[in-house]
């Protein structure tokens, strides 16, 4: 079976297209679909495996980032919603995707309770707009992070900061769902300083998972780390390649994660959903 992966688009969702071959280059079948379209056949996530919420601006970011996409999807969509996280399927929200599942409560959904929203993104501590290459640190079982320790992709966003409760922490501690940690370039934590956590989140935190670890949701930007050349360090990279007399890999970190994805529908490992 090769899954089937919807990636969302509408109302400022901007990463639609990058997503998309992000997931074809994985070997996956994908599909842009404008959440009114959804809406209108909400049927459709009965047929897919994978569903992606790209980053984008959506709604201008008006009474919140993700908020109003995320309150269109809870007033439209939920019970179907609902049913798909709930079947073996997988889900990644990226940026403001990000944004809007944690709004809509699909993480961390304590206890399985999809809906119940306990962690808010708010705005950077700088009160500024960040664009910049991060480092990450990774310690999941999450299916989107299987086999990865760290990644280095950019992030984009002005309200990226993971705010919650310090229960809702310790929680999110101990059952392993804090996905992604930025981290200094030598590997150490980062500790909250800027530019090495760029957000100002609370426990250096870039990502979070439900507890089933399917549903993701990550602040920076894979689909935009797909490829070498496409990394800030590319020249230095290139350099150090040709005088080891080596090729550089064509792929960066951030496909990681859509190979990922792929690999968990292996014919033969999953029943389709």
Not at 29 to 52: C, F, T
Not at 67 to 91: G, I
Not at 134 to 148: E, Q, R, T, Y
Not at 150 to 163: C, D, K, N, Q, S
Request: proline share 5%; charged share 25%; net charge negative.
């Amino acid at each position: 079976m090769t899954a089937k992966a919807l990636i969302l688009a509408g109302y400022g969702l901007n990463c639609e297209e990058e997503t998309l071959h992000a997931f074809e280059r994985a070997g996956l079948n994908g599909k842009i679909m404008h959440i009114n379209d959804l809406i209108d056949d909400a049927h459709v996530l009965d047929d897919a495996q994978i569903l992606a919420v790209p980053g984008g601006f959506s709604y201008g970011d008006d009474t919140g980032s993700g908020n109003a996409f995320a309150q269109k999807m809870k007033l439209a969509l939920w019970e179907p919603l609902k049913r798909f996280v709930e079947r073996d399927t997988l889900t990644i929200g990226i940026c403001n995707g990000c944004q809007i599942i944690t709004n809509l409560g699909l993480v961390p959904a304590p206890e399985g309770q999809y809906g119940k929203r306990v962690v808010a993104v708010t705005h950077n501590l700088t009160a500024r707009y960040q664009c910049r290459w991060v480092d990450l640190k990774v310690n999941s079982a999450s299916p989107w992070l299987a086999g990865v320790s760290t990644l280095h992709i950019p992030v984009a966003h002005g309200e990226g900061r993971f705010m919650m409760d310090r229960a809702v922490l310790e929680s999110l501690r101990e059952n392993g769902q804090i996905a992604a940690q930025f981290i200094r370039p030598d590997g150490t934590p980062a500790a909250g300083l800027f530019p090495y956590n760029p957000s100002g989140a609370m426990d250096d935190i870039a990502a979070i998972t439900d507890e089933s670890g399917k549903v993701l949701a990550i602040m920076p930007h894979p689909e935009r780390g797909m490829y070498s050349w496409q990394r800030d360090d590319y020249m230095e990279a290139k350099d150090k390649a040709r005088r080891e007399g080596r090729r550089l890999p064509e792929e960066s970190e951030g496909m990681a994660l859509f190979h990922n994805a792929a690999r968990y529908f292996e014919v033969g490992k999953r029943k389709s959903a």
